[in-house]
């Protein structure tokens, strides 16, 4: 038993120390082209360029370690698709934060939305229990429920 107990902090002491700041910039839906799997466990994400649904839903699949994303930089494309993204969608606005996104990311404490959002969709924060700041711009015309 005391064995298993040092095994399980030791995995739990190692992947904080595998803990790493990740800085790309890209185009809309290849973030997670950028980002391969030994950087799966990004702490705090820095993004520039565009970046659509295919990116968010992406962080939403893989980086749920994250403290602090800043996207000040990055513009958000729309995107239609017969594919379903982040719940039941296809369709996604430009400069909207889609719903769901950042949806449980229980570590989240900084957010920083571009500059140009418009939108945050519905319940794209719900669950950040720890989540203290948010930086939306001056150009945010809509919250919806449960974000």
Request: aromatic share 10%; net charge neutral; with cysteine.
């Amino acid at each position: 038993m005391r064995k298993l107990l040092y095994i399980v902090l030791f995995l739990s002491v190692g992947k904080h120390l595998q803990a790493t700041n990740y800085n790309c910039h890209t185009e809309a839906g290849q973030l997670q082209s950028l980002i391969e799997e030994q950087h799966r466990t990004i702490t705090n994400l820095t993004v520039s360029g565009t970046i659509d649904v295919r990116d968010f839903a992406f962080i939403n699949d893989s980086l749920f370690h994250l403290t602090g994303i800043n996207l000040a930089d990055c513009t958000i494309d729309a995107f239609e698709s017969r594919d379903i993204y982040l719940g039941n969608q296809t369709r996604f606005d430009a400069n909207c934060i889609p719903a769901n996104t950042f949806f449980g990311f229980q570590e989240l404490t900084t957010v920083r939305l571009p500059q140009n959002t418009k939108k945050i969709g519905k319940g794209a924060f719900a669950g950040c229990t720890k989540l203290k700041n948010i930086d939306w711009g001056n150009n945010l015309q809509e919250i919806a429920g449960f974000a």
